[in-house]
């Protein structure tokens, strides 16, 4: 069984595929957060869009574990389910004072914004949201890559290559954009997010290519004066 096949829409094969992969790679622990924390922050992140309206209850919830988050980690993740455009620095020193370190801030961003993504996407193709998967168990790995230094964010960040080294030409081959490496302090939330925006937005290799068109119903001009709605909207700062 797919994890669309209740969608009376046809959902593109790569789509579905990564979106599939995503779900499955939480039943894993991650860089900072067993599997059941990571549950628990996107169980958590639902529970606020639920109360906020902006999501409905799944008929299937699917395994929420027994595990209580600390009251900093909580805040930022209904912050950023619900009101992420009022995030600010105050907001993440503040964060950081109450406990939380700048690695595991950086994975509950990656966490909330990769499965609201997903949340989304079940909304408007008009289906449940899809059941969390069982935890396994086991400690994260808590890699941390040295190459990482303050550049233009709040948090580390590894530089593109020669200075981010050879970590840096594997996450990002010759070159990324700042917005793309903002997540790097955690490499593997990197990697999530690079390998879903190559299937939901566009390869990275043709992003200088204009008249590229990776999506059968949309021009690249189109695909981009969406996002630049979606952004204003959202009121997105960056």
């Given at each position: 069984m797919s994890l669309y096949d209740d969608?009376?829409?046809?959902?593109?094969?790569?789509?579905?595929?990564?979106?599939?992969?995503?779900?499955?790679?939480?039943?894993?622990?991650g860089t900072w957060g067993t599997s059941e924390q990571r549950l628990t922050i996107i169980n958590e992140a639902r529970q606020s869009a639920y109360h906020a309206g902006?999501?409905?209850?799944?008929?299937?919830?699917?395994?929420?574990?027994?595990?209580?988050?600390?009251?900093?980690?909580?805040?930022?993740?209904?912050r950023l389910a619900i009101a992420p455009k009022d995030m600010d620095?105050?907001?993440?020193?503040?964060?950081?004072?109450?406990?939380?370190?700048?690695?595991?801030?950086?994975?509950?961003?990656?966490?909330?914004?990769?499965?609201?993504?997903?949340?989304?996407?079940?909304?408007?193709?008009?289906?449940?949201?899809?059941?969390l998967p069982s935890p396994t168990s086991g400690p994260p790995s808590q890699k941390r890559p040295k190459e990482a230094v303050i550049e233009k964010a709040w948090v580390p960040t590894i530089p593109n290559f020669p200075e981010g080294g050879?970590?840096?030409?594997?996450?990002?081959?010759?070159?990324?954009?700042?917005?793309?490496?903002?997540l790097s302090l955690v490499p593997d939330e990197?990697?999530?997010?690079?390998?879903?925006?190559?299937?939901?937005?566009?390869?990275?290799?043709?992003?200088l290519e204009f008249d590229y068109q990776h999506h059968e119903g949309l021009t690249r001009p189109q695909v981009e004066i969406v996002a630049a709605r979606v952004s204003a909207l959202n009121e997105c700062f960056y």
């Open positions: 969608s009376t829409y046809p959902v593109r094969k790569d789509i579905e595929d990564i979106h599939a992969d995503q779900f499955d790679q939480l039943k894993t622990p902006t999501l409905e209850k799944p008929t299937n919830p699917g395994i929420v574990p027994n595990v209580e988050l600390s009251d900093v980690a909580r805040r930022v993740v209904k620095q105050k907001f993440y020193n503040q964060a950081i004072e109450d406990g939380l370190t700048d690695s595991q801030y950086v994975e509950i961003v990656g966490l909330v914004a990769r499965f609201t993504c997903f949340d989304i996407f079940a909304r408007g193709i008009d289906i449940p949201l899809r059941p050879e970590i840096s030409k594997v996450l990002f081959g010759p070159w990324q954009p700042y917005i793309m490496r903002g990197f990697t999530a997010h690079f390998d879903l925006e190559e299937v939901q937005y566009m390869p990275s290799a043709h992003f």
